[in-house]
């Protein structure tokens, strides 16, 4: 069965500042990847997936992701944060042999000073 | 607009009188799934659906029941609920053929006293 491991519960940034999110999965073949985030009061939103192919994968609001088989990772960036980026970020996992479920982390919340 | 509705938004209801959460999508997506949200959990799958008629257990059925009777209706249904369900619940759905994006409906915030 797969899982997923969000090491950082919560990180704060200084508005402008990188932000980094990690992400490890596990897996025995190769996933489907995505970040969700999560606005307070809202839905998730899909922010970016992987699939197969480039290992660099662009989404929206400016964030990408890069995909590193070896370190089993997927780790979520930005280069230049800002205030409405606050929010709570979550990494799934989907298996080829189940096509749909996804198997999320347990979250980051991501916390943006001014 | 392509959407995935539920309602209630919120619900506070008591233990043991039954409920239903209900769950549209008008994409014409074969599967459909839900979710309960808890803090420092993530997101666990309850049930979801392949199909009309066809509908399976997630990791965390107990307590649950649901139906596929049309496409684009989902309902989440607890028969006699319990403080321990008291949680945020999502729909989600998408097309059959891989796990692409999985579109989300708002959520709703049940509490049971």
């Known amino acids: 069965a797969q899982s997923v491991t969000q090491p950082d519960i919560h990180i704060t940034v200084s508005e402008g500042a990188s932000l980094e999110l990690r992400c490890n999965y596990s897996?025995?073949?190769?996933?489907?990847l995505f970040w969700y985030v999560q606005s307070p009061g809202q839905g998730l939103q899909l922010l970016l997936k992987?699939?197969?192919?480039?290992?660099l994968v662009q989404g929206i609001k400016g964030f990408e992701a890069e995909f590193k088989r070896s370190q089993s990772s997927f780790n979520l960036r930005k280069p230049s944060v800002h205030w409405s980026d606050a929010a709570e970020y979550f990494c799934?996992?989907?298996?080829?042999?189940?096509?749909?479920?996804?198997?999320f982390g347990a979250g980051t919340t991501v916390t943006v000073r001014a | 607009e392509a959407q995935v509705t539920q309602n209630p938004r919120y619900l506070i209801t008591v233990t043991g009188k039954k409920l239903t959460v209900t769950c549209s999508q008008n994409m014409n997506h074969e599967y459909m799934s839900w979710y309960r949200q808890d803090p420092g959990l993530g997101l666990r799958q309850i049930y979801y659906?392949?199909?009309?008629?066809?509908?399976d257990k997630g990791d965390v059925p107990e307590g649950y029941k649901v139906s596929r009777k049309e496409k684009r209706n989902f309902p989440l249904i607890l028969e006699s609920p319990s403080p321990n369900q008291t949680s945020l619940y999502f729909c989600a759905s998408t097309l059959a053929g891989g796990p692409g994006e999985q579109f989300f409906g708002p959520g709703t915030r049940l509490t049971v006293l």
């Open positions: 799934a996992v989907g298996a080829y042999y189940n096509d749909y479920k996804l198997s």
């Open positions: 897996y025995g073949a190769t996933p489907y």
């Open positions: 992987y699939f197969s192919g480039d290992t």
């Open positions: 659906s392949m199909n009309v008629e066809v509908t």
